[in-house]
């Protein structure tokens, strides 16, 4: 066990020594918002957070990233012929990541890591990623993490576990992954009972705080084609400006597009997060479209985080109850309702 | 870690120009690692995402049979972007194909049954590919009576003129190919949609299996053709299209239902799609 206490200064220090072993992701403020930046571009981590506006996704799947390169030059003889781009797999950590967050990840390389195909982009920025989470001291009205699995302190798909105790943290070490990272750092003193009861006070009055709860128990049982029939659709797709804001800040959606760029005789392969919520993901050359209404994209939305992925894993819903979709929506639609009304849902 | 987004690099080796309008060509490719071919092991009703440096890549059926060797053909429709571009291409140009990609026509069940095959406009691709695999010495004895009815507009409009006539020579397939109209006297065959020619050339559904490929309006009416023959709809297979990227189950965008298309599909059985939404 190398669980220690750190006073929060000697810990930022000790992160700080780190920089040669491990790139460091931290949460860091920007403009009104809080975003996870790496700590070597100078910026000073702000662990006084409640969370990001955008997941960390995008340090582990990078909204957009080159995947091949290749010479479009005649005289060239490896012309038209894809290389994979060079990338950088060497360690990283993000450190003062929620336990959500951390959920997230494990949703997405769900996706990304079957027994079929792995990628091998993701499979190799995961498997060199350490998360030292950070306990969530006062979660918001719209945090539904215990509905989902999870908890503000939940410990599951972390490496690391930062608790803040006010003037100091204490920080658990819980995968060799994560002892290694704190090995590794400097400072600390091993961790006192009276930094467990503590943490433990804290993680039961955080979980207290939490009040919704979407039900979540008959999703499973639920018929796919009555829920995809079932009468509120329209309803709830009413307001939705397909905009793409909850697909492009949720941890958990992982759709994406390949595009080729080209720049004089030199080409990219490139991918890109894409959305559901948008007509041209499933516009066909033919120009039919099956999902050509807004209705239908809403739909799938749903129906995908909370029947397909559901039923496709057996392992809980597409979603890790962060709230950043219904926090951001600027039309205020809830997965927590729709939610609701697809696991209370009685088919005529 | 084997990278499932790389390309075999391949050469256009031929490329054929298959109709009167010239929308649609045959382009057969020739790896330039030799030792691709054999990793390019496919079974009829893949399809393979043919990938062009500079504009993209799209999925397309494969339509030579793994009896063939030394190349692999598609036929492509020119629609958009990228078929557009190839279009333009020339024999000697380098390209790659990624794959073989997604599941394949139900041949373990096929085996000992009589197949029906219907097939309309290009969508006859992996049907063609599928034809020559069963019609090779060494598997046709695997299958019980071969019957093919495969339509287009108009003569001019029919892919593989040269095989089809071929096919039509022999006793070992029943072929009944029809065109929707046509104003040349010498032609030969059926005039009629395909549903309709479905309806009087097949003739019992007993210990047959039918597989249909073409567009939607030929499969909603060709449908209720075969059901009332009585196909059991386990015994209706249907290979399905939509947009594609990753081809691998992992960019999401070919969904029906839990299902993906391009890695649980393309080939359904009319009773799976029964359970899944109807959106596609
Ligand atoms: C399993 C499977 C098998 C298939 N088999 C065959 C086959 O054997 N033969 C065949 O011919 N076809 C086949 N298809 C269909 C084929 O894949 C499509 O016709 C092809 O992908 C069209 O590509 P494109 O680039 O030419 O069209 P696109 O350029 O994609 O054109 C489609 C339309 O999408 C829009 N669009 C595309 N990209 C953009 C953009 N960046 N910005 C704005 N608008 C955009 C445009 O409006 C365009 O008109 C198959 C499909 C599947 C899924
Ligand atoms: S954020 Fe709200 S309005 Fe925008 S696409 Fe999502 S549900 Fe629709
Ligand atoms: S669906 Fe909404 S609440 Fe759930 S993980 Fe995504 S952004 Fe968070
Ligand atoms: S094409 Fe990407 S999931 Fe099917």
Redesign the pocket.
């Known amino acids: 066990m190398t669980d220690k206490v750190y006073g929060k200064e000697k810990w930022i220090q000790g992160l700080e020594g780190l920089k040669n072993d491990y790139k460091i992701y931290v949460p860091v403020k920007d403009g009104d918002f809080h975003a996870f930046m790496p700590m070597s571009e100078g910026k000073a981590p702000d662990f006084d957070y409640d969370n990001t506006r955008m997941s960390p996704k995008a340090v582990m799947y990078p909204e957009s990233e080159r995947l091949f390169e290749y010479s479009l030059d005649d005289a060239d003889p490896e012309a038209n012929i894809l290389k994979e781009s060079p990338k950088d797999f060497s360690p990283r950590a993000i450190v003062g990541i929620r336990p959500c967050d951390a959920h997230g990840f494990q949703i997405v390389n769900r996706n990304f890591d079957n027994p079929e195909y792995r990628d091998p982009w993701w499979v190799r920025r995961f498997g060199s990623t350490t998360l030292v989470g950070l306990g969530c001291n006062r979660p918001c009205s719209t945090c539904f993490c215990t509905a989902v699995g999870g908890g503000p302190f939940h410990e599951e798909w972390l490496d690391a576990l930062m608790v803040d105790l006010g003037d100091r943290y204490l920080v658990k070490g819980l995968t060799d992954k994560g002892e290694g990272f704190l090995a590794k750092m400097t400072g600390g003193t091993p961790a006192d009972e009276g930094a467990y009861k503590e943490a433990e006070a804290l993680a039961e009055e955080a979980s207290q705080k939490i009040v919704s709860s979407p039900p979540t128990d008959r999703l499973k049982d639920q018929k796919t084609t009555d829920l995809f029939n079932a009468p509120f659709w329209e309803e709830v797709a009413f307001g939705c400006l397909n905009c793409g804001t909850c697909t492009y800040l949720c941890p958990t959606c992982w759709c994406f597009d390949i595009q080729d760029e080209v720049f004089g005789k030199q080409g990219d392969r490139i991918r890109n997060w894409d959305s559901c919520m948008f007509p ?1 993901f499933t ?1 066909h ?1 033919s120009g039919h479209n099956p999902r050509d209404q807004k209705f239908q994209r809403v739909r799938q939305r749903f129906m995908h985080k909370l029947k397909y992925y559901v039923d496709k894993y057996e392992n809980g819903v597409q979603c890790s109850g962060c709230g950043r979709c219904v926090r951001y929506c600027p039309v205020n639609i809830d997965i927590r309702d729709i939610c609701e009304r697809m696991n209370n849902f009685e088919s005529a | 870690m084997e990278n499932p987004y790389v390309p075999y690099p391949v050469r256009i080796d031929r490329i054929i120009t298959e109709t009167e309008d010239r929308n649609l060509k045959t382009f057969r490719f020739v790896f330039l690692n030799p030792e691709d071919e054999a990793k390019f092991a496919y079974t009829p009703g893949q ?1 393979a995402e043919l990938s062009v440096a500079g504009k ?1 890549e ?4 494969i ?1 030579s049979s793994p009896t063939e060797k030394g190349f692999v053909s ?4 020119k ?6 571009y190839l279009h333009n291409m020339k024999e000697g140009d380098v390209m790659g194909i990624r794959g073989p990609l ?1 599941n394949w026509y139900p041949w373990d069940e096929m085996e000992g049954k009589n197949v029906v095959i219907v097939g309309g406009g ?1 969508a006859f ?1 992996t049907l063609r590919s599928s034809i020559v695999y069963m019609l090779e010495p060494e598997n046709r004895p695997r299958f019980k009576d071969i019957t093919v009815v495969y339509g287009a507009r108009t003569p001019g409009m029919l892919l593989y003129k040269d095989e089809l006539a071929a096919w039509e020579q022999r006793d070992d397939i029943h072929m009944h190919i029809t065109v929707d109209g046509t104003d040349d006297p010498d032609w030969k065959y059926n005039v009629g949609f395909v549903p309709a020619i479905a309806e009087q050339k097949i003739t019992s559904a007993d210990n047959a299996i039918a597989i249909v490929c073409g567009p939607p309006i030929m499969i909603r009416f060709t449908q209720p053709v075969l059901e009332k023959l009585g196909f059991p709809p386990e015994r209706i297979i249907l290979s399905l ?2 947009r ?1 990227k990753c081809g691998i189950g992992m960019c999401g965008r070919c969904n029906i239902g839990d299902k993906y298309v391009c890695k649980d599909g ?1 080939v359904f059985s009319l009773a799976q799609l029964k359970q899944m939404p109807p959106e596609y």
Do not use: H, S, W
């Open positions: 041209l516009l050359g | 399809f993209g799209i999925p397309i059926g339509a598609f036929t492509v429709n629609v958009g972007l990228v078929t557009t997604g290009f691709t299209e939509m594609m393309p």
